[in-house]
């Protein structure tokens, strides 16, 4: 009321009120990423058009991030993660809290995806086990141990000169194969036994390098000529 006791009438005012902190959501598309296939798009989807947000705001972890570029859609924008050679272990995206705000000004909140990584190629060893090779002993053990458990590792995968190999045969360890090379008769020179390259992958399809490993062989019978001189023997020339 007034001083008089007069009843006072209404009054009002509004203002646009924005207390929420934006969110975003990363999501690195691929699965995982290796040495064969490195690169991956990675899309952030916010809960408000974002503003101020750009490639310095994002952290990444195991890889490199190229390309941000915002799509139709205001609340969405993507990029290109590409894995750095020889990583192996989780990668990561993330969006730092408090980069970006939204159209009110509300600094937003962090974001992050993660996606496992191995670009490392897998290795392998060759050991012909015998030092050398010849008639009497054609035969020799040879052993692959690799550096990771092979994928697709077979027979076809070997190349041997001097002789064959037969027998591939997996370990109670599995990145430890073996196999049995037999010599060919009447070669003589250097043998060896080859994985070629990418022909076996590891568990995370990185294709492995190649390997060998040589034995020098001889597997040629030797002779001997006899000659008796004279031509004859009798008793006065015997």
Do not use: H, R
């Amino acid at each position: 009321t007034d001083a008089a006791g007069n009843p006072g009438t209404s009054g009002s005012d509004t203002v646009p009120i924005d207390t929420v902190a934006p969110s975003v959501v990363v999501d690195i598309v691929d699965p995982s990423l290796n040495s064969g296939d490195k690169v991956s798009t990675v899309t952030f989807t916010f809960s408000d058009a974002p503003v101020g947000f750009t490639l310095a705001d994002i952290t990444a972890v195991g890889g490199t991030l190229s390309g941000l570029t915002p799509t139709a859609d205001p609340k969405v924008f993507t990029a290109t993660f590409t894995a750095t050679d020889g990583f192996t272990g989780p990668g990561s995206v993330a969006v730092t809290a408090g980069s970006y705000t939204d159209a009110a000004g509300n600094p937003g909140t962090s974001g992050s995806d993660t996606v496992p990584i191995d670009t490392v190629a897998p290795n392998v060893v060759v050991n012909i086990v015998d030092p050398s090779l010849n008639s009497i002993d054609k035969v020799s053990t040879v052993a692959f141990t690799f550096s990771d458990a092979p994928v697709g590792f077979a027979l076809a995968d070997i190349t041997a000169v001097g002789g064959t190999v037969s027998g591939l045969t997996a370990t109670a360890d599995p990145k430890v194969f073996t196999a049995t090379f037999t010599a060919t008769d009447g070669f003589t020179g250097t043998g060896s036994v080859s994985v070629a390259n990418a022909s076996y992958t590891d568990a995370a399809g990185n294709p492995g390098t190649s390997g060998s490993d040589t034995v020098p062989i001889d597997t040629v019978a030797p002779s001997v000529i006899v000659d008796i001189v004279d031509p004859s023997l009798n008793s006065a020339d015997k």
